[in-house]
């Protein structure tokens, strides 16, 4: 999470600056970042601890500025899942304790709901802008005006090292070629068309759920055998170095990439200033939309409340 808040990820970074970023290797791990930051996050709960999530922690920070950048907008309290709420329960006192609901929810509904680029949200539109730039560079060694000069040789080599030669990825996530990607774009289009075969496999996990077949019979010859381990399809990425701490706390010693999180951990950890307080359960925020996602998720736990005795009731009666 805290990668994809790296300052290449920025919306305001031009075309230039992005070439620069993609041929220095900033963006080699996207795909996987993107893809599975909801993922790492999802199977960390259930060992999650209140300490774990204090307001100076790394993963408290990293996932309030992951929330700043890519708010998923008006959630209503409604849409947020009952079973994330049971599993944070432990921590719903933490900061970050909307702000994690609230990703977690949105993430899980829009990949249900659309297979393709558009169900990453924002992070969906950048993987589509460096991947059109990589296509630009591997098909002419003198890209269109504007990509930062020719692409020589030796740069190219440089940007397989990061990126691998297969630059023509599939633009469904939950495909095994969304990652893996073809040396062609004949080969991706070749592959467009397999997902169209409406015999699929309904393992989940399997790399087949979207790759079918032209009859039902090649669908059971396959679910009659053991899907491969997914240790095969494992990755090693290169390391991408962690921005510098350029932002200085004149109270403590605490350094941030970013001013935004400077700000905010002035306010929380030296002013001490909480204006916006809940009429529920008075605890104090600092931004008023802070207090307004935690008023969200009273109103659902009165709403599955009311609910469970209007059942209770209808029960008793009977």
């Not at 030796?154 to 990061?162: E, G, L, P, R, V």
């Not at 633009?171 to 893996?180: G, K, L």
């Not at 950890?269 to 996602?293: I, M, Q």
Request: hydrophobic letters at 30%; one cysteine or more.
């Amino acid at each position: 999470m805290q990668y994809l808040t790296f300052d290449c990820f920025e919306t305001d970074v031009s075309h230039d600056d992005t070439m620069r970023f993609v041929r220095s290797g900033h963006y080699a791990f996207l795909d996987y970042a993107s893809l599975h930051w909801y993922h790492h996050l999802e199977t960390a709960l259930p060992s999650l601890k209140p300490t774990d999530l204090g307001n100076s922690t790394d993963l408290s920070m990293a996932i309030n500025e992951f929330f700043e950048m890519y708010e998923p907008g008006a959630v209503q309290a409604e849409n947020i899942r009952k079973e994330y709420m049971e599993r944070c329960s432990a921590i719903e006192d933490a900061e970050c304790y909307e702000p994690l609901l609230l990703l977690l929810s949105h993430a899980k509904a829009s990949r249900i709901a659309q297979e393709k680029l558009k169900a990453l949200g924002p992070l969906g539109n950048t993987i589509i802008k460096i991947r059109t730039m990589l296509e630009e560079q591997g098909k002419t060694p003198n890209p269109s005006p504007g990509s930062s000069g020719p692409l020589s040789d030796a740069m190219k080599q440089s940007m397989i090292q990061f990126y691998g030669d297969k630059w023509y990825k599939c633009s469904r996530h939950a495909c095994y070629y969304f990652h893996e990607g073809f040396l062609n774009e004949k080969g991706l289009a070749q592959h467009t068309n397999r997902h169209e075969k409406p015999f699929c496999c309904t393992e989940m996990g399997c790399t087949r759920m979207y790759i079918g077949w032209s009859t039902e019979k090649e669908l059971k010859r396959h679910m009659n055998q053991y899907h491969p381990d997914p240790e095969t399809f494992s990755w090693k990425f290169p390391h991408v170095k962690k921005p510098p701490a350029k932002f200085q706390c004149n109270l403590c010693e605490k350094t941030y990439s970013r001013a935004n999180s400077l700000n905010t951990h002035q306010l929380r950890e030296h002013a001490k200033e909480r204006p916006f307080v809940c009429g529920v359960c008075k605890k104090g925020f600092v931004r008023k939309y802070e207090l307004e996602r935690h008023e969200g998720i009273h109103k659902n736990k009165s709403a599955g409340s009311s609910q469970g005795s209007a059942v209770l009731e209808g029960s008793n009666q009977e």
